[in-house]
């Protein structure tokens, strides 16, 4: 997490937040219908899957300090408010329903360090539920909801790598703790990395309106399918400014699977190594022509990459035949590979190009960060 992101308060200067907002003021056996259409009007797609976003409430202790005072970040409503001692912060954020006996899948951020965590449905009541499963380093986790569910639809995951710039999106959440909302825009561009959101980025932006609350919630397509959750924000206030960012859900499809079966996502490895994007200063240190690539800037002995023959001061510039244009992409690519496979990574190193043949190895018990 960077200095500038935050998710409970609005970030004094540009920045990147998270939209999850403060708060001021047994399973179904039904069969689900899934929301999908093949050709209707933005209102019939609204209509179908508004039902399938949740809204998600929920609390966690907090020592006594300055913030426990603040409205933005306390319920002064709440039970002790006002009295020595820690306090109860709440925020709220939204949540999809992906399977009929109630998983929800969300943010990371909005589930972090909960106590208590309470879903509305599109029934009006609130329904207990618990943590499956977090994965930190995409922001997502899935909740299963406790209780008589009453019948849910889940949303149908659509293929993220099939938006097209300019293609019409729809944002459906909980802006502001306001009430579910439905707002609509296009994809602005795809594949956005580098923003210091997350260790794992490749955002779809749009510029459908995500303000607080909204994390977690839904981005659709018009056929009422799901290709992204709603994650962040770049804004000088805290509300919207046209920069909505969403975990696509290709992305996301992988995760919730990963996470519903081992309780952790299965990410490769090439062991600890650190990676850093090329400056103009660095290119020029290092006898590369143009800033594209990788800069690996520090490793692990014990890393397979180091077995490998690669060292710091290589620059990074291809990934199994596919270029590599900066560290975050490079992330994603290593983090993608299947453990146990065997991949190639070009490097140029003192105006040479060399290629290496690197194990791919679980992420459980090694490494890779990257600087942006």
Request: glycine share 14%; hydrophobic share 40%; no cysteine.
């Amino acid at each position: 997490m960077t200095p500038l992101r935050t998710f409970l308060a609005a970030a004094a200067v540009v920045g990147l937040i998270g939209t999850g907002a403060a708060l001021r003021s047994g399973p179904s056996t039904a069969h689900a219908t899934p929301a999908v259409l093949t050709d209707g009007s933005i209102p019939d797609v609204a209509e179908r899957v508004v039902d399938s976003v949740v809204n998600i409430s929920t609390s966690h202790a907090v020592e006594a300090g300055p913030a426990a005072f603040d409205p933005f970040f306390s319920n002064p409503f709440s039970p002790g408010f006002g009295d020595p001692g820690d306090r109860k912060a709440m925020s709220k954020g939204s949540g999809v329903i992906v399977t009929a006996n109630g998983r929800i899948l969300t943010n990371a951020h909005v589930v972090k360090d909960a106590d208590d965590i309470k879903v509305t449905l599109h029934d009006g009541n609130d329904y207990d539920a618990k943590v499956v499963g977090v994965d930190p380093k995409a922001d997502l986790a899935v909740l299963q909801l406790k209780g008589n569910l009453p019948a849910l639809k889940p949303l149908t995951f659509g293929d993220s790598s099939t938006l097209r710039l300019g293609e019409v999106v729809l944002a459906i959440g909980d802006p502001f703790g306001v009430g579910k909302s439905v707002t609509m825009g296009i994809v602005s561009a795809k594949g956005r990395g580098g923003m210091g959101i997350e260790e794992y980025e490749d955002f779809i932006q749009t510029d459908a309106a995500i303000n607080p609350g909204n994390s977690g919630g839904a981005l659709v397509n018009t056929r009422g399918e799901l290709v992204g959750i709603n994650t962040g924000i770049y804004s000088e206030s805290g509300g919207y400014q046209g920069i909505g960012f969403a975990v696509p859900s290709r992305l996301a499809q992988r995760i919730v699977a990963d996470l519903m079966k081992f309780g952790e996502v299965q990410r490769g490895s090439i062991g600890y190594i650190g990676i850093e994007k090329l400056s103009p200063q660095l290119a020029e240190e290092f006898g590369v022509d143009g800033t594209n690539g990788a800069l690996v800037s520090r490793m692990s002995r014990a890393s397979e990459a180091y077995d490998a023959g690669i060292r710091p001061g290589d620059v990074i510039v291809g990934f199994n035949g596919q270029d590599i244009s900066d560290p975050s992409q490079f992330l994603r690519l290593v983090s993608d590979a299947k453990v146990g496979t065997t991949v190639t990574v070009k490097v140029l190193r003192a105006g040479r190009t060399m290629e290496f043949k690197l194990p791919i190895v679980s992420s459980s018990t090694t490494t890779l960060r990257g600087r942006r």
